[in-house]
């Protein structure tokens, strides 16, 4: 099997490395809340999975009908604290982790790393956020959601950065990365490539569909800029929603 990254959309990529199949946040449906995919999705192919990995309990993060559609047996890492509330719902394979640990998939290494980024839900659940780090023939960098924060540069010998650059809607709260901040993260992660995600999916519902809204593509044309400017050594790649990249 080839190694090879999927972007289905906000933070939920398939990343196969070594024949093993990880998704991170999986957030499939067409309708979240207030929230409205802009295009339709493929989410076949997603069978036999080998972990899920969940950054952070926010709802655009962690989403249970989501997670019901890949079935109950899936493994699910997730941050320590949001286990009680995966298992309450019926799934039987999760791993809780904080900052530091690993876990081992298949013949990779998943390695939980900081983020910074405020992470509750309504009724209780509370965990940190996390990134993580799979490691293989190959090392693919998942931030989840997070704002810059020192330590990134210590991260080191990436292969690959799935670099968040926006979020859902025409404003960022704290604890994310706009455009110019995220090429500034690709200073300091300095991977071999960077895949742009977190961008371009959901719309408000009480957004204008006159025309689809300047934040659904202005973003990526603004990391473009600004990586070109502050990271120039590192390789983009543009996924549209359902792309495929071989690695």
Known sequence: MADRLRWLGH??????LDGVRLLTDPLLRPRVLHLRRAAPLDTSG????????????HYDHLDL???KRLGRDV??????????????????????????????????????????????????????????????????????DTDLYPGMAEL??????LVPIWGWGPSLGPGHLDPRRA????????????????????????????KPPSFLAEPVREF???AA??????ELRVLPVGGELSL
Not at 11 to 16: D, G, S
Not at 108 to 121: G, I, K, N
Not at 229 to 234: G, K, M, N, W, Y
Request: aromatic share 6%; glycine share 10%; hydrophobic share 45%.
């Open 46 to 57: 997603l069978e036999g999975l080998d972990a899920v990995l969940v950054s952070h309990v």
């Open 11 to 16: 933070a939920t990529v398939l990343v196969e």
């Open 224 to 226: 473009e800029r600004a």
């Open 229 to 234: 400017e502050l990271a120039p050594d590192v």
């Open 156 to 161: 080191g010998g990436l292969d690959v950065g």
């Open 75 to 144: 493994r699910l890492v997730v941050p320590k604290g949001a286990g009680p509330l995966v298992r309450s719902r019926g799934f039987r394979s999760v791993d809780e982790v904080v900052a530091g640990d690993a876990v081992r998939v298949g013949s990779a290494l998943v390695r939980a790393v900081p983020a910074e980024h405020d992470s509750s839900r309504v009724l209780g659940t509370s965990s940190p956020a996390l990134g993580y780090v799979v490691e293989g023939s190959r090392r693919v960098y998942f931030p989840g």
């Open 65 to 67: 009908p989501s997670l």
């Open 183 to 210: 090429a500034e993260a690709l200073a300091l992660i300095r991977p071999r490539l960077a895949v742009p995600i977190h961008w371009g999916t959901y719309y408000p519902l009480q957004s204008t569909r006159l």
